[in-house]
């Protein structure tokens, strides 16, 4: 499995940023994807996850209504949209399937 997350970049608050994560070497139709962020000193913390079809959604209280995730399994790919950033949502971004993650992309909130 190969996942490949891209997007990241230096953002102002109250900007926002759409992450892509391209995933190869499964079919990925079949899993269920989600994002993982971890910052500086911290642990990593759940984000959102999709269901295979993308009809079912899940979200961490700290971003639900500011973030949103999709998937198009036809590119096998799964996105995430963030939205009203904050200096808090600063993170190394990791896509997951199951326990595996991709290099991750950094997103830094910062005026």
């Known amino acids: 499995v190969q996942l490949v997350e891209s997007g990241g970049g230096l953002v102002q608050p109250g900007g926002s940023l759409r992450l892509s994560c391209a995933a190869s070497r499964l079919t990925f139709s079949n899993y269920v994807m989600g994002w993982f962020r971890q910052a500086p000193g911290k642990e990593r913390e759940f984000v959102t996850t999709i269901s295979t079809s993308g009809g079912n959604t899940a979200y961490a209280n700290s971003v639900k209504g500011r973030f949103s995730i999709s998937r198009d399994n036809a590119k096998n790919t799964v996105y995430l949209q963030m939205n009203s950033l904050t200096p808090e949502d600063t993170a190394v971004y990791y896509c997951?399937?199951?326990?595996?993650r991709g290099q991750g992309t950094q997103v830094t909130v910062s005026s």
């Open positions: 997951a399937k199951g326990a595996q």
